[in-house]
Nanobody
């Protein structure tokens, strides 16, 4: 069983920055693709970024490309999402998710474990 705990959300003005963290426990972190998703009120959960266990460069949604940076520190079993140039449209609950070992998840349904989420609110 993998547990994921997000932190770092909050209220920020447009143009500001936040760094989200997701600490994993339960093993096999190094072999899991880790994803970041977000869900705004009244909208479906959407992909933000992922960082594979075996691919060098993270992938990003078009809406955050160039503003957000995903990274991971395997020694600490932690993934990060650095968010710069935040916009009001980035307001959402942000979730991290862990894929199954050695898998390459694409859809949210393909992730095995989810954190509880952390609220990010961007004021205009």
């Amino acid at each position: 069983q993998v547990q994921l705990v997000e932190s770092g959300g909050g209220l920020v003005q447009a143009g500001g920055s936040l760094r989200l963290s997701c600490a994993a426990s339960g093993g096999s972190f190094n072999s899991r693709t880790m994803g970041w998703f977000r869900q705004a009120p009244g909208k479906e959960r959407e992909f933000v970024a992922d960082i594979s266990w075996n691919r060098g460069s993270p992938r990003y949604a078009d809406s955050v490309q160039g503003r957000f940076t995903a990274s991971r520190v395997n020694a600490n079993a932690t993934v990060y999402l650095h968010m710069n140039g935040l916009k009001p449209d980035d307001t959402a609950v942000y979730y991290c998710a862990a894929g199954r070992p050695w898998a390459s998840p694409v859809l949210p349904s393909m992730y095995a474990y989810w954190g509880q989420g952390t609220q990010v609110t961007v004021s205009s």
